[in-house]
T-cell receptor, first 118, second 117 residues
Framework: AQKITQTQPGMFVQEKEAVTLDCTYD???????LFWYKQPSSGEMIFLIY??????QNATEGRYSLNFQKARKSANLVISASQLGDSAMYFC???????????????FGQGTILTVHP | SAVISQKPSRDICQRGTSLTIQCQVD?????MFWYRQQPGQSLTLIAT?????????ESGFVIDKFPISRPNLTFSTLTVSNMSPEDSSIYLC??????????????FGPGTRLLVL
């Protein structure tokens, strides 16, 4: 089974509007972390936001917020006030504690291409 | 947060040759990780590199094909050996944040775009 599922291959949003990128995950590990990264056409992976499984509050970083619904195993990324520079591929990823010595191993979803229109 | 750099940023290589990719972090980190992103695909972990010990490889990746060095806490190299066109990918190094609010985060280098002809 897929550990990280991003069901939206592509999303479009008007500049200055908000957009939600979906991510669901599957794990039986009680301790895990969820990440969102932005990958522009240059190929670099830009860290956006992190949510720990024990964090009580949803993570926020500037215009990015993570809508964490633990019971539903979803970790959607909300981008407020979209900008043209937000156009990129966005990846959701998970790190499980039980990955042991590879506790830095991220499992990635397939990504969502976001296009911001002027 | 620390700064991470990779060299080369891109390269075009002939099949059968090898390329060594360097990753430099501006602070000491315990574990470094090497990922591969094949065209149009997501990222896959190749191996975990600890200083002073052999790298730990993920299923489907072997040391003969992807030898890794980790001579100190700020530097690592990944070699892609005996390359074929299927090795054309972006290769990225990664590390975990080391302190404070960055301890749980994970950062990536700018990546090395490799094209094998």
């Amino acid at each position: 089974a897929q550990k990280i599922t991003q069901t939206q291959p592509g999303m479009f949003v008007q500049e200055k509007e908000a957009v939600t990128l979906d991510c669901t995950y599957d794990t039986s590990d009680p301790s895990y972390g969820l990440f969102w990264y932005k990958q522009p056409s240059s190929g670099e992976m830009i860290f956006l936001i992190y949510q720990g499984s024990y964090d009580q509050q949803n993570a926020t970083e500037g215009r990015y917020s993570l809508n964490f619904q633990k019971a539903r195993k979803s970790a959607n990324l909300v981008i407020s006030a979209s900008q043209l520079g937000d156009s990129a591929m966005y990846f959701c990823a998970m790190r499980e504690r039980r990955s042991g010595t590879s506790y830095g191993k991220l499992t990635f979803g397939q990504g969502t291409i976001l296009t911001v229109h002027p | 947060s620390a700064v991470i750099s990779q060299k080369p940023s891109r390269d075009i290589c002939q099949r059968g040759t090898s390329l060594t990719i360097q990753c430099q972090v501006d602070s000491q980190v315990t574990m470094m990780f090497w990922y591969r992103q094949q065209p149009g695909q997501s990222l896959t972990l190749i191996a975990t590199a600890n200083q002073g010990s052999e790298a730990t490889y993920e299923s489907g990746f072997v040391i003969d094909k992807f030898p890794i060095s980790r001579p100190n806490l700020t530097f690592s190299t990944l070699t892609v050996s005996n390359m074929s066109p299927e090795d054309s990918s972006i290769y990225l190094c990664s590390f975990r944040g080391t302190s404070g609010r960055f301890r749980e985060t994970q950062y990536f280098g700018p990546g090395t775009r490799l094209l094998v002809l």
